[in-house]
């Protein structure tokens, strides 16, 4: 019976030979499954030893033993035998000494585990690869028990958290590690949402990492389990680090709203050129007849009321100024490039700030020291970079006293420095060499986007100069912007013709214009100076009139009913009327902003431009250029 049960039981076993000094010898018998398991014969196996089915088969005869199985008879473990055809088969081994025969025997009893280790290493695998993806998607994992008080969390969890094995891992422990302004609000969620009503926890919420004090974002995923009296057990899940995603956000956010913005400026861009000629209209009115009655004030010498007028006058060219800085700022941008005055943009740009600066203490110095100033840019772009930096300053002097900041300008061999300064809170030096990466900012969250000096560096850049900055804690920023100036060209300031006022001239002139106050204003000037004066409220009426009439000089406005200024002179120049007349346009919008095919049609028929509002010189200086 012994001998049936020995043959047919499926594991493999083997009797071997031990000598007196205990090394394992040949074997002595072994079973039918040890034959079937490892291929080998009864007969092959009989001149084998133990060590003949080890990988290598190099182990020495002592090697083969444990001194495990010396000091106790037993001994266990899992290996692997090789079969006759060269397999590995991974087994599980029990090894007694027993004394048979009065001898001492080895019983080795090896069990085919080869399935359960293949499932053992598929498992392990899984492991690996689930272990590897939650630490590359910052995905830890846990399982609360909620009858002990305690949870259970993955590696990956524990760094999420900045937390080691001897973390108190109870509710309350998890609690002190949510954003101290969310614990009250996460308690309850999980209290009336979690357990109350049962839902599955799905939060996003902030934790303090306890190794670092960090804050991070995190995402709770969560699904719970209930005994059949609907008290909770268990909840088994992962939370998530979406730290970034949450910056990301933070940073589009921040885009949109200043997408937003630059909107809103581009819409107030879009009225201050169209109502352009309403505004200038009324301009020109109030500084026209402001200075008729300046002159005759002088005339009867009326000192006081002379000094009154002409803070209107001041006040006028100042709103000009105003109107005229805005609409060229905020106009649609073009790629186009132009010959560009450095110091009328300068000028200009500021015209915009200085009196919103001036109140909140901040002062704004000009050193214009540059003796060549033009320069090939964008007027619009460069206005952009000018603003962009003063905007930075004037953030950097929050809440000092004496705030300053300076503009200076001077010539660098062929190129034209720029340098803004302010003496505001400066820039730590290890952060100087990230201020033009887009989207780095050392602002507050939401009082920028980090995205205004790397478009003012690819502005500058693009008009083949170059920008840096020195800065310091406490000393204040310089911004250094070198800009290729163009020497061939004359400054505009140095191009305007002054003439004395008492100049006479002679002539026969023409005024049209839709406004009654502008005609009149017209007349007085035109009349003081010795011209005859005829007017037109219309293109229409003055068409007719030329019909009838010579006239020198014809100055019409641009927009009137009827008939437009560009009708006219297309009119009158398509008939061949008024050859000899020379024609000005007089118009509340810059040249520069009526569409291309006007501009290039107003080319070949205009003599001059009137720019409102104006003033007497500036009608002198546009009659002595078109006399030349």
């Given at each position: ?27 002595i018998k072994v079973n039918d499954g040890a034959c079937k ?50 397999t590995s088969i991974a087994v599980a081994v029990n090894v ?413 002139v023409l005024v049209v214009d839709d406004e009654e106050n ?111």
């Amino acid at each position: 019976m012994f001998r049936e049960i020995f043959n047919c039981v499926p594991e493999a076993i083997y009797v071997i030979d031990l000598s007196a000094e205990g090394v394992p010898g040949l074997f002595i018998k072994v079973n039918d499954g040890a034959c079937k398991m490892l291929g080998y014969s009864q007969e092959e196996f009989l001149s084998m030893s133990l060590k003949d089915l080890y990988p290598g088969k190099n182990l020495k005869d002592h090697e083969i033993l444990s001194p495990e199985l010396l000091s106790k008879g037993k001994w266990q473990e899992e290996g692997h035998h090789i079969a006759k055809d060269g397999t590995s088969i991974a087994v599980a081994v029990n090894v007694h000494m027993l004394n048979i025969d009065h001898c001492k025997r080895l019983v080795v009893i090896a069990r085919d585990i080869t399935d359960r280790s293949r499932a053992r290493e598929l498992l392990q695998e899984r492991e690996y690869f689930f272990r590897e993806s939650q630490k590359a998607a910052l995905i830890g994992s846990y399982k609360t028990d909620f009858i002990k008080g305690f949870w259970e969390s993955s590696e990956v969890l524990d760094q999420i958290f900045g937390i080691d094995q001897s973390y108190n891992r109870s509710v309350q422990g998890w609690l002190e590690l949510v954003y101290p302004d969310d614990r009250e609000m996460m308690a309850q969620y999980l209290n009336d949402q979690v357990i109350a009503k049962r839902k599955p926890f799905n939060k996003e919420y902030r934790v303090i990492r306890k190794s670092d004090g960090e804050m991070r974002w995190v995402n709770g995923f969560g699904q719970v389990t209930f005994d059949n009296n609907g008290n909770i057990l268990s909840m088994i899940g992962t939370i998530q680090d979406i730290s970034e995603r949450k910056k990301v956000e933070e940073e589009k956010l921040n885009i949109q709203t200043q997408l937003i913005h630059s909107s809103k400026l581009a819409s107030i861009g879009t009225l201050a050129a169209g109502v352009a000629h309403e505004i200038n209209n009324p301009l020109a009115i109030i500084s026209g007849y402001a200075e008729i009655m300046k002159q005759k004030c002088k005339e009867l010498c009326l000192q006081g009321d002379t000094e009154l007028i002409q803070k209107i006058i001041k006040a006028s060219a100042r709103i000009a100024e105003i109107v005229s800085g805005l609409r060229t700022y905020a106009r649609q941008d073009s790629e186009t490039v132009d010959d560009i005055d450095l110091h009328v943009c300068i000028n200009e740009t500021l015209s915009l700030v200085k009196g919103i600066y001036e109140k909140e203490n901040i002062k704004i110095e000009t050193h214009l020291n540059a003796m060549d100033f033009i320069l090939k840019a964008n007027m619009g772009k460069l206005q952009q970079v000018i603003l962009n930096i003063l905007g930075n300053a004037k953030d950097a002097l929050d809440k000092r006293k004496n705030g300053l900041i300076t503009i200076t300008t001077q010539n660098n061999h062929d190129d034209l420095l720029l340098i803004i300064s302010d003496n505001g809170c400066g820039i730590p030096k290890p952060l100087i060499s990230q201020i033009f990466d887009p989207f780095f900012t050392t602002k507050e969250p939401g009082k920028g986007t980090g995205l205004g000096l790397s478009i003012c560096h690819t502005i500058i850049t693009a008009f083949g100069g170059s920008i840096n900055v020195e800065s310091g804690p406490n000393i204040g920023s310089s911004f250094k912007i070198l800009l290729p100036s163009n020497r061939n060209i004359m400054p505009a300031s140095e191009r305007i013709l002054h003439l004395n006022e008492e100049h006479c001239f002679s002539g026969k002139v023409l005024v049209v214009d839709d406004e009654e106050n502008i005609r009149d204003i017209l007349a007085v000037h035109l009349s003081s100076l010795g011209f005859i004066v005829a007017l037109a409220e219309n293109g229409e009426s003055a068409y007719h009139m030329i019909l009838k009439n010579h006239y020198d000089y014809v100055i019409t406005d641009m927009q009137m009913p009827r008939m437009n200024g560009d009708e006219l002179l297309h009119r009158i120049k398509s008939e061949k009327r008024a050859d000899r007349t020379k024609f000005l346009v007089i118009t509340g919008r810059p040249f520069a902003e009526y569409p291309l095919e006007l501009r290039q049609s107003l080319e070949g028929t205009v003599d001059g431009y009137i720019s409102k509002p104006f003033q007497k010189r500036d009608l002198i200086n546009s009659f002595k250029s078109i006399m030349k």
